[in-house]
């Protein structure tokens, strides 16, 4: 659905120049130029500004741009050499206004793109393919305040014949202040809606290279549902202090344990304990670092953090109009974190400083932290938000391969057959190359995922991020399945969906399942082994943000989505899941401690398997969505961490949890460096081709003598097992059984007296340890 217009900013409140010719600069102006002080060229132009409630014209010429702190790496010199023009901007305000302070304005350069600081003033440059005309919109609110303007809006066109180059309009203006100003741009061109254009001219937009975005303050303020968004930057504040002795813990990719989480669902709810004015922000996540060491995990997999509407649904009438946005889909911006997860509303630039404080914190306590990154394979849609969100319109046919009313998923093929220029596509791989290399090098971010063809292969090359760890989720929500596929140059990961869905097939008790569950545990050699990619390229997961939660997998028969407003519509239907014998909450005792040994089946599983095992925060005290398998629209206690319950399931569900992950970081059988070989795994099977076979047995050998026996049963009858000789001069001793209650089901320094056979409970797993 298609929102209406939205104009950012009341006409009556905006001050508009345009820019006409006066005079010619005189030939003594001794300003640095663009091209140095030895360029005979030494000249700008000056702008008196008074305000105007209306103004016509055209920009007829500017001057010349001062050259960069950088010493001129990224000059363009062929716009920079016309005649320098003076113009003076005629009063058309009531005569009592008073003159305003001057502003030089230069040509400006196009690189690099977004704001920058120059010799002689701020820099601003953005690429449009399309665009016929394009106006920077500026507020000083403190100069505004100081001046009675009381940050009015100042409107400068820019003139194609000196502020263009390429496909990039820049301008430079001097004086302005060094941080606290607002600004983003007013874009027409063509109006071929079925061509893909989506120019309009009337709504402000941000520039997608805005390091800071600033809007409302407090996450979900429905009052504030309509607040402007616009790009800010800073030039003041000092360098964040990362400490003298900061460094990264650059963890081993076969040793990561991720927790995916959501920074404002981990802390947003009242049982958080934490002040009102620090739930839901970077700062909430630094006070429960202690529980994510106390879990166990070494990594966190943020969902998005970049500025985002989350009342996106609320800007037009709609049946989800009710919703609000949690897990940060439809981004505006791909390098501003999100200002209102800095607490008490303290708006981007603290949002920035807490970001980082936040990472570096993480860092400190052993923890590295990755970011979901949702952007050409689904996740970043145009039309739900056009009007108000980043530059749709700038870009629309550059970014996006639109038929109709709707957008295709982007891949590369479909994406030049869309008749969009390389050189145009290049730039918009840049900004997103150029965001993560921001994150990656500025905020110790270490993966990202969802990218096309081209964008992987320049994050895989990249001198940066080729140091980093790189993950992908290789599908959209088109149908495009690349599972085991992907291209990734020896270096992108994968969230591994077949694994997802063959571990959960197999561990509720379909049929013909044990085959693909031993290739899932053993590493999913079947889809990995090539070139050479590893068995940690294989993300292990059995819930992530999106589907049911780990306890509505084993409560669930059915999603249940009518609270979204789709009628039932949305959300997978194909979830693998099984209730255990009723649907949803119930009293049944027996039903109950079934799902507690479902559960834990399914975390051994995750944490015995060769790759990287990632878990989604709440599994660990068994969270519920009630069935909503696609939860994203609601920002209450059905996304939140409920603290209260964790409390309750310390000493038994998270017990267990906490547990296992350690024993699999001490083990590293569980994360070898390559594919498992005959010598490293022995299956105790002689009926893989039984269809109705649900027993899976197998012993995993450790270099130097040391084994560790696994037994999986998802048949609804107890089996007896036999247990194959321990190695010479050693004992097997229970680590595990699912089916014993807490503290049994888990024994770290294990129970002796293990015996030629063990009786093994429906819906059962056992894990046992040789030992002296």
């Known amino acids: 659905m298609l929102s209406s217009p939205l104009k950012i900013f009341d006409s009556n409140s905006i001050t508009k120049f345009d820019l006409s010719l006066s005079s010619v600069i005189s030939s003594n102006f001794n300003g640095p130029s663009c091209f140095g002080d030895s360029s005979p060229l030494h000249m700008g132009c000056v702008f008196r500004l008074r305000i105007s409630k209306k103004a016509s014209g055209t920009n007829n010429g500017q001057g010349l741009c001062s050259k960069t702190r950088s010493s001129m790496k990224h000059r363009t010199a062929s716009v920079y050499s016309r005649q320098a023009q003076e113009r003076v901007l005629e009063e058309e305000a009531p005569q009592s206004l008073e003159m305003r302070p001057s502003f030089k304005i230069f040509p400006g350069q196009a690189f690099p793109l977004g704001v920058s600081e120059v010799d002689n003033g701020i ?309 997103l190359k150029v965001s993560i290399n921001h994150f990656a090098s500025r905020r110790g971010l270490f993966s990202m995922a969802n990218f096309n063809c081209l964008m992987k292969q320049a994050i895989a090359k990249d001198a940066i991020l080729s140091r980093c760890k790189i993950i992908a989720e290789p599908w959209d929500c088109g149908g495009l399945y690349l599972v085991g596929g992907f291209p990734n140059w020896d270096r992108w990961a994968e969230w591994n969906g077949k694994y997802r869905d063959d571990v959960r097939r197999f561990v509720k008790g379909d049929s013909g399942m044990k085959g693909s569950f031993a290739n899932r545990v053993s590493g999913s050699a079947d889809l990995y082994r090539m070139n050479k990619r590893k068995p940690y390229h294989s993300v292990n997961f059995i819930i992530a943000h999106d589907g049911f939660t780990l306890y509505d997998l084993v409560a669930y028969n059915f999603k249940h989505n009518d609270a979204n407003g789709e009628g039932g519509n949305d959300g997978s239907s194909d979830n693998f899941s099984w209730n255990c014998g009723f649907e949803g ?129 998802a048949h609804n009858y107890v089996v007896k097992v036999s247990i194959p000789p321990p190695p010479q001069k050693k004992s097997w001793f229970r680590v595990v059984d699912t089916n014993l209650p807490s503290p049994d089901d888990f024994v770290s320094k294990g129970v002796p007296g293990i015996g030629k056979t063990y009786n093994m409970a429906p819906f059962s797993s056992i894990l046992l340890e040789a030992k002296s």
């Open 123 to 431: 820099n601003f440059a953005i690429f449009s393919q399309h665009a016929t005309t394009v106006t920077i919109c500026l507020s000083i609110p403190e100069r505004g305040k100081l001046d009675g303007v009381d940050g009015g809006m100042i409107e400068l066109s820019l003139d194609p014949r000196l502020n263009k180059t390429g496909n990039i309009w820049h301008i430079c203006i001097e004086d302005l202040p060094r941080s606290d100003v607002l600004y983003g741009y007013r874009m027409d061109g063509p109006r071929g809606w079925h061509q893909g254009h989506r120019f309009d001219s009337s709504v402000v937009l941000i520039d997608p290279y805005a390091k800071l975005v600033d809007g409302r303050r407090y996450f979900g303020d429905r009052n504030q549902k309509l607040a402007k968004f616009m790009g800010t930057y800073d030039f003041e504040s000092m360098p964040f202090d990362w400490g003298k002795n900061y460094t990264l813990p650059n963890i081993a990719e076969k040793d990561l344990v991720i927790y995916e989480m959501s920074v404002r669902a981990f802390t947003a709810d009242e049982s958080s304990g934490l002040d009102p004015n620090m739930r839901g922000s970077y700062l909430g996540v630094i006070e429960k670092i202690p529980h994510l060491l106390q879990l166990g995990v070494n990594a966190v997999e943020l969902l998005p953090v970049f500025e985002f509407d989350e009342l996106e649904f609320q800007r037009y009438p709609n049946p989800r109009d009710h919703m609000i946005n949690k897990w940060g889909y439809s981004t505006i911006n791909f390098f501003a974190p999100m200002s209102r997860y800095a607490s008490g509303g303290g708006g981007p630039l603290n949002a920035s400083q807490e970001f980082k404080k936040m990472v570096k914190a993480l860092h400190g306590a052993g923890i590295e932290v990755s970011h979901a990154w949702w952007i050409f394979y689904f996740h970043f849609f145009l039309f739900a938000h056009a009007q108000t969100h980043i530059n749709q319109k700038i870009k629309a046919l550059v970014i996006y391969c639109i038929h109709g009313n709707n957008i295709c998923n982007l891949c590369s093929v479909k994406l030049f057959n869309a008749g969009i220029s390389l050189v145009s596509y290049m730039i918009y791989i840049n900004l």
């Open 585 to 713: 909450e119930t009293g049944d005792a027996q039903i109950r401690a079934l799902r507690s040994r479902q559960m834990k089946n399914f975390h051994l599983a995750l944490m015995i398997s060769q790759g990287t095992p990632m878990m989604l925060m709440g599994d660990e005290y068994g969270h519920t969505r009630y069935g909503n398998n696609n939860s994203y629209g609601h920002d209450t206690a059905i996304n939140n961490f409920q603290w209260q319950q964790l409390d309750a399931q310390k000493g038994s569900h998270f017990r267990f949890f906490s547990e296992v992950i350690r024993f699999r970081q001490a083990h590293q059988v569980f994360s070898r460096e390559n594919f498992l070989s005959n010598n490293d795994v022995t299956w105790h099977e002689n009926n893989w081709d039984n269809y109705e076979s649900k027993f899976l047995a197998f012993t995993l050998n450790k270099n130097g003598g040391g084994h560790i026996y696994l037994a999986f049963n």
